[in-house]
């Protein structure tokens, strides 16, 4: 499974910014409104220091950290799920993410152009969940229809979606997002099946001035916006002190010269696999040591599809070693001696830091 995080928000907010920052790819972007139209895609290792160790250990010649998928979608404006801008062809494309992360802009610059005059963090946020719940509201009443007209459901009781859907909507119309909406698991999972996109869980990338103390402003924006500080990242792609100092003494110089440092590209990306509950195991060999992300309570026997269907359709058990005894111990001789590699079955519930020899049999 590759983990696919979307960055969206309005036009000229340092989306671009951002994935170059991530990615260390150079896309353009430039000071002008939808300047990407196109969508980006970056693939981002997801780098964990127990991975480093563990290679040591076991003398392996390759090192390979597991990936996400980073996508810079064009800006959305207002009417935007009505053909607006760029319009619904962007809608789409967030429906394949696994999350959403909205850059809002923070950072108070006269030569950067802003799509509505002035910087407004909540008009801003509300003109984006908007077109993401009218587009919602748009696909709900098509399922809706479909259900009223098909006939019965092989699943499911129509009824039941038709009645699902319609407390959906009614949640829309009132402008909640339906990630803030408890559901069944049941109900969850006859939802996630239409990619919503206000399902999605969303955080909040703040592209603040970098010279201001950030806590007051996150204080306040979050409870302008009804918003939890968790789901919040700060960060300042660029110094405005310099930026300012700069046009000062010269007019015609490249902004992009100015990245400050404050951007801790590791942490941002751990962030983002925390906020999925996302958590690592490991494969070490001499040839190749290996870390795995996945999402939190899977199964060894669904994680083992996760490296190679062979690996599922003749599982016979997992040999699991915890992170701690193996870097306690770093013998495999030794570990086996102290009886630390656990035989474990199918249903297995993998831990975080787990390392993970599959036996099977083709
Ligand atoms: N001063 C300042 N400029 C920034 C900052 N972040 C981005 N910019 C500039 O703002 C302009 C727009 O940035 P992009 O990253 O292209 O914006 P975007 O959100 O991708 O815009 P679209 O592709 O049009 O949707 C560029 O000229 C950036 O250099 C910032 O924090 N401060
Ligand atoms: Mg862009």
Known sequence: MVYKFGLIGLPNVGKSALFNKITKLNIPSKNF????????????????????????????????YSTVVLIDIAGLVQGASTGEGLGNKFLEKIKECHALIQVV???????????????????????????????????????????ITSGKNKEFDNNFIINLVRRCICKLQSGISLRNVIFTTEELNILKKYQFLTLKPMIYVLNMMNHIDSSIYIDKFCKDNHIDVSTVFPISLYNENKIMLNNINNKSSNKNNFHCNS????????????????????????????????????????????????????????????????????????????????????????????????????
């Open 33 to 64: 409104p939808f300047c990407t139209i196109e969508p980006n895609i970056g693939v981002v290792s997801v780098f964990d220091s127990r991975l480093k160790k563990l290679a040591d250990c076991v003398s392996a010649i390759n090192i390979v």
């Open 105 to 147: 802009r923070l950072f108070d610059n006269n030569d950067i152009i802003h799509v509505y005059g002035n910087v407004n963090p909540s008009r801003d946020i509300d003109i984006i969940n908007t077109e993401l719940l009218l587009s919602d509201l748009d696909l709900c009443e098509k399922i809706v229809q479909r259900y």
């Open 263 to 362: 951007l801790d590209n590791n942490k941002f990306i751990k962030k983002l696999c925390d906020f999925l509950y996302l958590k690592t195991f490991f494969t070490a060999g001499p040839k190749e040591a290996r870390s795995w992300i996945f999402q939190a309570e899977k199964t060894a026997i669904q994680i083992a599809d996760l490296i190679h269907s062979d690996f599922s359709k003749g599982f016979i058990r997992a040999q699991v070693i915890s992170y701690n005894d193996f870097i306690n111990h770093r013998n495999i001789n030794e570990i086996k001696r102290l009886g630390k590699i656990r035989s474990e079955g199918k249903k297995y519930v993998i831990q975080d830091g787990d390392i993970i020899n599959f036996l099977f049999n083709v």
